[in-house]
């Protein structure tokens, strides 16, 4: 059974950089025709797609959010990280990892969601 984890800082400061980690069990990143993706809930709105990843390295970007955003493996084999530069109140929400099938085009699996605020 595939699982992925969020992991990072709970809080973080206007201007600042939010950075997250997915873990991912159970399975391996390694097949490449899987989209390692990055959504976010903020308070009273719909899932809002940030970004993804493939294991050969490609990334795609959400155009209202290319500019801060950059998704990367991460330091483990099995990771993959989400950095949002010069964040505001705004990008307060509950951040999801989760897998996208490149094929079929369905999320088949998700992380539990991590709360991140942004306020001094």
């Known amino acids: 059974q595939v699982q992925l984890q969020e992991s990072g800082p709970g809080l973080v400061k206007p201007s600042q950089t939010l950075s997250l980690t997915c873990t991912v069990s159970?399975?391996?990143?390694?097949?490449?025709?899987?989209?390692w993706s990055w959504i976010r809930q903020s308070p009273g709105k719909g899932l809002e797609w940030m970004g993804a990843?493939?294991?050969?390295?490609?990334?795609y970007y959400s155009p209202s959010l290319k500019s801060r955003t950059s998704i990367s493996r991460g330091a483990s084999e099995n990771q993959f990280a989400l950095q949002l530069s010069s964040v505001t109140p705004e990008d307060t929400a509950v951040y999801y990892c989760?897998?996208?099938?490149?094929?079929?085009?369905?999320?088949?699996?998700w992380g539990q969601g991590t709360q991140v605020t942004v306020s001094s």
């Open positions: 159970g399975g391996s990143i390694t097949p490449d025709y899987y989209y």
């Open positions: 989760a897998r996208k099938n490149v094929v079929t085009y369905e999320y088949d699996y």
């Open positions: 990843i493939r294991y050969s390295g490609s990334t």
